[in-house]
């Protein structure tokens, strides 16, 4: 037991001086290399805690090797950037001034709901509320905010790529029918909307396929 606890506590000293050797970047937003680091790290420092038949000295160079490779690919990211965006990957700008960028989503393996659930976490709860928006190397959503919100109303997603989200549709009191002769008024099919949604106001943000979006007005007979 008392040989745990020693072996436990040098490794915890040692892991605790090479995390803070590696940068506050490792405490906060982490890059993708530095996440896989990271879990490589909690995996070697596990084996000689929990396994006393294992040198301790094994776990400590294993840890220190990790290290001195974090330290390598650090230098490699400074002096040359084509390897910085191969191994952290660069910014992906998901939304223009022509709406929403659907190469840039399905680039990042993302959808439209994936897009909308980041700007409400960042505080944005309309696809127009923002010039710009952008998934940094980290994963983190930034964003070039308008000056003024377009609305303080929830919007609510009808369609997604293509396809309708039947819940949100009855919600609003849109029959198959009522969205049907919207698309056709807009000269679109169901399957070309990159995205359509509407907030309690009526005020409907939508977007064609290869097109700018449109900020539409509609009646809506839910609430939410």
Known sequence: MALIFIR?????????????????????????FEFVISLVIAELACIPMADTSIPLFY????IATIFILHEIVWI?????????????????????????????LKKNNLDVSDLIESMRVAGYFNL??????????????????KEEKASDSLSLTLIDRGKPDK?????????????????????????EVVVMTVNGEGRVYFQ??????????????GQW
């Open 8 to 32: 436990t506590t040098i490794i915890f000293v040692v892991l605790l001086l090479t995390m803070r050797l590696m940068g506050k970047s490792q405490i906060g937003e982490m890059q993708p």
């Open 59 to 62: 776990g400590i160079i294993a």
């Open 76 to 104: 490699l990211q400074l002096w040359f950037k084509p390897v910085k965006n191969i191994i952290s990957g660069k910014p992906s700008v998901v939304i223009n001034k022509d709406g929403i960028d659907e190469f840039q």
């Open 128 to 145: 127009d509320d923002v010039y710009y928006g952008l998934y940094e190397a980290n994963g983190s959503f930034s964003a070039l905010e």
């Open 167 to 191: 819940k949100n549709l009855a919600r609003c009191g849109f029959t198959t029918d009522v969205i049907n002769k919207f698309l056709k008024d807009n000269g679109a099919k169901m399957k």
């Open 208 to 221: 064609k396929r290869g097109e700018h979006y449109k900020i539409l007005q509609c009646e809506v007979n």
